[in-house]
């Protein structure tokens, strides 16, 4: 069997700012296009499907400002891969940023890669 080479990881990077870009500019349809209809998110207030993600950019974005960094990435596969980091972050009309650590899977569905999981842990520093 023939085993096929995964994107690197930068490409997987550029994927989760897609994701948080969608979340700045409040492009539902963008953040729609980058999850697979069984996403399951798991945040510290309970579990988020496709839908609840998306919903949350029905008033316009949600975060303004973002930073990625310390990221790390697993192969699980030739069709699944964890990428794990920081995210620095404020909330629109909030007055103080957050830190967390993400977890998100992606999986290669045909010639496009969808997230299909993703774990938020806020930071404790």
């Given amino acids: 069997m ?3 080479e ?3 990881q930068a490409y997987f990077e550029s994927l989760e700012r897609q994701v948080w870009n969608a979340l700045f500019v409040g492009d539902g349809g ?3 296009v980058l999850l697979d209809d069984g ?3 798991v945040y510290s207030d309970g579990f988020a499907g496709k839908s ?5 950019l029905k008033n316009g974005p949600t975060v303004c400002q973002f930073t990625i960094s310390d990221v790390r990435m697993i192969a699980m596969g030739d069709d699944h891969v964890l990428l794990s980091y920081r995210a ?3 909330r629109v009309n909030e007055l103080r940023g957050e830190a967390m650590y ?5 999986r290669k569905m045909l010639d496009h890669w969808r ?3 993703s774990q938020d842990t806020p930071a404790s520093d």
């Avoid at 609840?52 to 949350?56: A, E, P, T, Y």
């Avoid at 993400?102 to 992606?106: A, G, I, L, M």
């Fill in 2 to 4: 023939e085993q096929t």
């Fill in 6 to 8: 995964l994107p690197d």
């Fill in 30 to 32: 963008a953040d729609a």
């Fill in 39 to 41: 996403f399951l998110g």
């Fill in 52 to 56: 609840d993600h998306v919903g949350q």
């Fill in 88 to 90: 620095d972050f404020k």
């Fill in 102 to 106: 993400v977890s998100s899977v992606w």
């Fill in 115 to 117: 997230n299909i999981f």
